[in-house]
């Protein structure tokens, strides 16, 4: 469970009042509980205790040092799916042997740099991209370890832009030509094979998508255990988390309706450990959002409101370049006043950002309070996903992350300026002068 609430109608997290963070740092800021991130660290730990595992936290839900450094800390090893992030990993002091290399395009550059570094694994998603590894491992004069990604063709019931194990999707190889993949990948002379991954998609809200997907693989990866005697078993990420609910109680039962509860790890482990403990392999999880999605918000501050004969809106200092989900994904973050604010007896209205989009709104037709300019508001569960996706578009600098740990708060990542954003392009003015 997270550690943000509501105290006497002041939001805080952990020991911290989030409105003197605001304060003290500027919007939009991003604020994660570093309790929050080890309590589900943890959790998902203690679940899978009874089998040899290991975490392999999805970086790209959130790639800040900081929290990357927190993690590896917890004995956190890292999927990772470009060679920035192994970058990333390694400068946080993360270990290369506890990295898995997932992704469809990964070029020559990254694969030779992750064999170097000496990965863990490479998860592979088709023959040509086993034939580069074999080529870079014997320019190198090494062997590298790979694992295949198998698309199981299930329906992970999410949003289609999150679903990636059916076969219509990029990712991943079919059941149906898994023993001809692995044959070949046993004849190329600098390839280790080390495991079996699938990965069925992100924000998966009930179990039977992953029993279905693990159920399909189960008789393939038994044979491959015994023909290639293979480490590990990857069931991938994809475990859902709550974007709205009771921070207090007496909070409204409408979001109970639209946003079902998700799986929890107690859960997702009593149903998956039955299925994978006889395998008697490694089994690997890479969760993202399910460790750090409910472990962060985005708070911003009301900079205007405006009236229309048709609508209200209220016009935030954060916008879609700041936190995309809700564009890109229809993505609902519930919406919480840090401080008390009283109801609005008038209409619905619309929280939006100020970039030149009309997809730039977090909500509409929202019954939202009564807020003035200056107030501020946290845009919740917006740990995953969040920051990483942020953009300059609109020439907007990128936000200031901080972490909170008990009564301490840590500035994990400084507010970019108005130079930041021209770093690279303005000594090359000079060639024009
Ligand atoms: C994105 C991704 C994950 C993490 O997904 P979450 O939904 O954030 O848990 C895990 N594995 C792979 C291969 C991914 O692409």
């Given at each position: 469970m997270h550690r943000f609430y509501l105290r006497e109608?002041?939001?805080?997290?952990?020991?911290?009042?989030?409105?003197?963070?605001?304060?003290?740092?500027?919007?939009?800021?991003?604020?994660?509980?570093?309790?929050?991130?080890?309590?589900?660290?943890?959790?998902?730990?203690?679940?899978?205790?009874?089998?040899?595992?290991?975490?392999?936290?999805?970086?790209k839900a959130n790639s800040n040092l900081s929290l990357l450094h927190s993690l590896a800390k917890l004995g956190s090893g890292f999927d990772i799916v470009?060679?920035?992030?192994?970058?990333?990993?390694?400068?946080?002091?993360?270990?290369?042997?506890?990295?898995?290399?997932?992704?469809?395009?990964?070029?020559?550059?990254?694969?030779?740099?992750?064999?170097?570094?000496?990965?863990?694994?490479?998860?592979?998603?088709?023959?040509?991209?086993?034939?580069?590894?074999?080529?870079?491992?014997?320019?190198?004069?090494?062997?590298?370890?790979?694992?295949?990604?198998?698309?199981?063709?299930?329906?992970?019931?999410?949003?289609?832009?999150?679903?990636?194990?059916?076969?219509?999707?990029?990712?991943?190889?079919?059941?149906?030509?898994?023993?001809?993949?692995?044959?070949?990948?046993?004849?190329?002379?600098?390839?280790?094979?080390?495991?079996?991954?699938?990965?069925?998609?992100?924000?998966?809200?009930?179990?039977?998508?992953?029993?279905?997907?693990?159920?399909?693989?189960?008789?393939?990866?038994?044979?491959?255990?015994e023909d290639s005697s293979i480490e590990f078993f990857s069931v991938g990420g994809g475990v859902g988390i709550v974007y709205a609910e009771a921070l207090e109680s007496g909070s409204p039962e409408w979001w109970q309706k639209t946003h079902p509860t998700p799986i929890t790890f107690e859960e997702y482990a009593a149903e998956l450990l039955p299925l994978l403990a006889p395998l008697g392999l490694k089994i690997l999880f890479e969760p993202g959002r399910s460790i750090i999605g409910n472990a962060g918000v985005l708070i911003t501050q009301v900079v205007q409101i405006k009236k229309n004969p048709a609508k209200r809106f209220v016009i935030v200092d954060s916008g879609m370049n700041d936190l995309i989900r809700p564009a890109l994904y229809e993505a609902f973050h519930q919406v919480v006043p840090l401080k008390p604010t009283p109801p609005h007896p008038g209409d619905l209205a619309d929280l939006v950002g100020p970039v030149c989009e009309s997809g730039d709104f977090f909500l509409q037709d929202a019954k939202l309070p009564?807020?003035?300019?200056?107030?501020?508001?946290?845009?919740?569960?917006?740990?995953?996903?969040?920051?990483?996706?942020?953009?300059?578009?609109?020439?907007?600098?990128?936000?200031?992350?901080?972490?909170v740990d008990g009564s301490r708060s840590f500035l994990i990542r400084e507010r970019e300026s108005w130079k930041d954003l021209i770093r690279a392009e303005s000594a090359l003015l000079a060639q024009f002068q």
């Open positions: 109608g002041t939001l805080y997290c952990e020991e911290q009042d989030l409105f003197e963070l605001a304060a003290q740092y500027g919007t939009p800021l991003y604020v994660y509980s570093a309790s929050t991130i080890r309590d589900n660290f943890r959790r998902l730990e203690a679940a899978f205790s009874p089998l040899n595992h290991l975490i392999c936290y999805a970086v470009s060679g920035g992030e192994l970058y990333r990993v390694l400068q946080a002091g993360g270990q290369a042997d506890r990295c898995v290399f997932a992704g469809v395009g990964k070029t020559r550059q990254e694969i030779q740099y992750a064999i170097e570094q000496g990965v863990y694994c490479f998860n592979v998603e088709c023959e040509g991209e086993l034939e580069t590894i074999n080529e870079i491992a014997g320019t190198l004069g090494k062997k590298a370890p790979i694992a295949i990604r198998i698309n199981p063709d299930v329906d992970a019931r999410t949003h289609r832009y999150i679903s990636t194990g059916k076969t219509h999707n990029k990712f991943g190889i079919g059941l149906d030509r898994a023993g001809e993949i692995y044959s070949y990948a046993a004849r190329l002379p600098n390839l280790q094979i080390r495991g079996i991954q699938t990965h069925i998609g992100s924000q998966v809200l009930s179990i039977q998508p992953f029993l279905e997907a693990i159920q399909k693989l189960l008789p393939f990866v038994k044979q491959l255990k009564d807020l003035k300019p200056g107030d501020y508001l946290a845009l919740m569960s917006a740990g995953a996903y969040g920051f990483v996706m942020s953009s300059h578009y609109n020439s907007r600098p990128l936000a200031a992350e901080v972490l």
